[in-house]
């Protein structure tokens, strides 16, 4: 009998709280949203954003531009571009734009031991004429990566941008539902 409560007491709430975690309702997983709207991949959408990129960047110094891309032109790009390497890390991204920021979600592959999936969260905003994004949350799998983590993603994605050395300089960012429009003058 005591060997007997003893399991009861030990194993009882081990596949309590599992059922909890893994089950239907996922009690005590974080919840990753999904986009509000459905997100269309297509070649014609990364064609046409490419084709605005280009356009907008390339120019006389001094002129203005207004650039807007939507969810689906972006997530489009990024996935249009990510199809050109054999063993890419990142698969099935998903980029929208919603209430101030921008979120992404999609599979890690290649670099983990096993396939997971990652969620992110970012609020992009204009300093000193730059666009710096600043990543608030970023999560493998239902485990939330730690403070520290996030930094060094967001000082990453700031590095590369810097790197693009794009002559331009940000003068209005904003994040609408749906996509995002960044207002700049080319130098």
């Known amino acids: 009998m005591p060997k007997r409560r003893l399991l009861v007491y030990l194993v009882l709430p ?3 709280l599992l ?9 005590l997983s974080r919840g990753i949203p999904t986009p509000p709207r459905p997100i269309v991949v297509s070649t014609e959408a990364a064609g046409q954003l490419e084709s605005r990129i280009q356009q907008n960047l390339n120019g006389p110094p001094g002129q203005e531009f207004i650039l807007r891309m939507t969810d689906a032109e ?3 790009l990024v996935t249009t571009e990510l199809a050109k390497y ?12 919603t209430q101030g920021k921008i979120y ?4 890690i592959s290649n670099v983990l031991p096993v396939e997971t999936d990652f969620y992110l969260v970012a609020a992009p905003h204009v300093e000193d004429g730059k666009l ?3 990543v608030e949350e970023v999560s493998a799998g239902a485990t939330p990566l730690p403070d520290s983590f996030l930094e060094i993603v967001s000082q990453s994605m700031n590095e590369t941008m ?3 050395q794009l ?7 904003e994040v609408l539902e749906g996509e995002i429009v960044i207002k700049g003058v080319r130098r």
């Open 14 to 16: 081990f596949v309590l």
């Open 19 to 27: 059922g909890m975690a893994c089950g239907p309702c996922g009690l």
């Open 74 to 76: 972006a997530t489009s």
């Open 86 to 97: 054999d063993e890419a890390p990142l698969r099935e991204p998903t980029i929208w734009f």
């Open 104 to 107: 992404a979600m999609g599979r």
């Open 132 to 134: 710096v994004i600043e």
């Open 162 to 164: 810097n790197e693009l």
């Open 167 to 173: 002559d331009v300089q940000i003068t209005a960012l």
